[in-house]
């Protein structure tokens, strides 16, 4: 079985570019999260998709934005990229519909952005 | 708003050493506590989870209980392994949007 994939691994990008960054859930997981862990901090959401629709969203501006397919596998998209973008972006998936804070958020390897 | 504070390191132990490392708590409600550990290079995984008060979560050794009154969830091990160097995140969810809120890290060494 399958854990949470994400792609690609690495990235490098510059001041103003575009990135859209990929993940598959867990088999079973119909909800994926994102967050971005900048250096030596611990992850700060960013938004979660349920039924491609976002449902929560984090403390992040409008130049982050994201989608879920039918598949469930999501996408994260960052637009006018800054330096201080530069940060491990990590996808996380959950199952089911009920008891959601409860239910075990299982995280990808992230990928590892940096902005020049 | 909800936050999370813990210890700041680095930890740094000599192999069967005891290990706390402190986890504090603000929040509304009646949250869902976790302890993630961060191997260096890969992702989060969960170590062990609380769901309400007085629960204790346990896995490989570790060991946290939740005190609502403290407003706490300590992470303890009775003897450390140099395969448990990595960093710690102590973190909490609620409310029907599950998002986890993070404290900082704590970074763990564990030396022969």
């Known amino acids: 079985d399958a854990g949470v994939t994400q792609s690609p691994t690495h990235l490098i990008k510059t001041r103003g570019q575009q990135v859209t960054l990929r993940c598959s859930p867990k088999?079973?997981?119909?909800?994926v999260s994102w967050y971005q862990q900048a250096l030596g901090q611990g992850p700060q959401f960013i938004f979660q998709?349920?039924?491609?629709?976002?449902?929560q969203r984090g403390n992040f501006p409008d130049r982050f934005s994201g989608h879920q397919f039918p598949n469930y596998s999501s996408e994260l998209n960052v637009n006018a990229l800054l330096l201080g973008d530069s940060a491990l972006y990590l996808c996380?998936?959950?199952?089911?519909?009920?008891?959601?804070?409860?239910?075990?958020?299982?995280f990808g390897p992230g990928t590892r952005l940096t902005v020049l | 708003g909800d936050s999370v504070t813990q210890m700041e390191g680095p930890v740094t132990l000599s192999e069967e050493a005891f290990l706390t490392i402190n986890c504090t708590y603000t929040?509304?409600?009646?949250?869902?506590l976790f302890w993630y550990v961060q191997y260096p290079g890969e992702g989060l995984q969960l170590l062990l989870k609380?769901?309400?008060?007085?629960d204790k979560g346990s896995n490989k050794g570790f060991e946290a209980t939740y005190r609502k009154e403290t407003t706490s969830f300590h992470l303890e091990k009775g003897s450390v392994q140099v395969s448990d160097s990595a960093v710690y995140f102590c973190?909490?969810?609620?409310?029907?949007?599950?998002?986890?809120?993070f404290g900082k890290g704590t970074k763990l060494s564990v030396k022969p």
């Open positions: 996380a998936s959950q199952g089911g519909r009920i008891h959601v804070a409860r239910n075990e958020q299982f």
């Open positions: 088999s079973g997981h119909d909800t």
């Open positions: 998709y349920y039924e491609e629709e976002e449902r």
């Open positions: 929040a509304t409600g009646y949250p869902s």
């Open positions: 609380a769901t309400k008060a007085d």
């Open positions: 973190a909490l969810s609620q409310g029907s949007q599950g998002n986890l809120i």
